[in-house]
């Protein structure tokens, strides 16, 4: 069985803000987790949208993972060649509006212009 592909900064990254969000939540997980997996799925204003889960699975032949202080993010392949060179942010408005944020997303063609959000929609 092969190791999973180790992810640097060029291919994914995160900000603080996610950093620390992430280790927030990490904390408050009762079971035993390998990390957050990111995962794209059909829909969204650009045809794709991206969602995040904790996962307690790591399949080496097919994923990436950004080691982070803390927690690891877990890429599939597949979902890797949309997410190539974004930075996932956390953005607290103050107001309980609070998600985390794909920044620099390729474009796609069609959609909004405004997609990024924690479920890939538009807001």
């Keep these: ?28 997980v009762e079971e035993d987790i390998a990390g957050v997996r990111v995962f794209a799925s059909p829909g969204g204003c650009s045809g794709i949208s991206f969602g995040m889960n904790f996962t307690d699975q790591i399949n080496n032949d097919q994923d990436g993972i950004l080691e982070c202080d803390g927690f690891k993010v877990i890429v599939d392949q597949g979902t890797m060649q949309y997410l190539k060179g974004v930075e996932i942010d956390f953005v607290d408005q103050g107001d309980g509006n609070a998600s985390f944020v794909f920044n620099n997303l390729p474009q796609m063609g069609g959609g ?12």
């Design 1 to 28: 069985m092969s190791e999973a592909a180790i992810l640097g900064n060029d291919d994914l990254s995160l900000t603080a803000g996610a950093q620390a969000k992430f280790s927030e939540l990490m904390g408050q």
């Design 112 to 123: 909004c212009g405004t997609c990024g959000s924690q479920g890939g929609g538009c807001g």
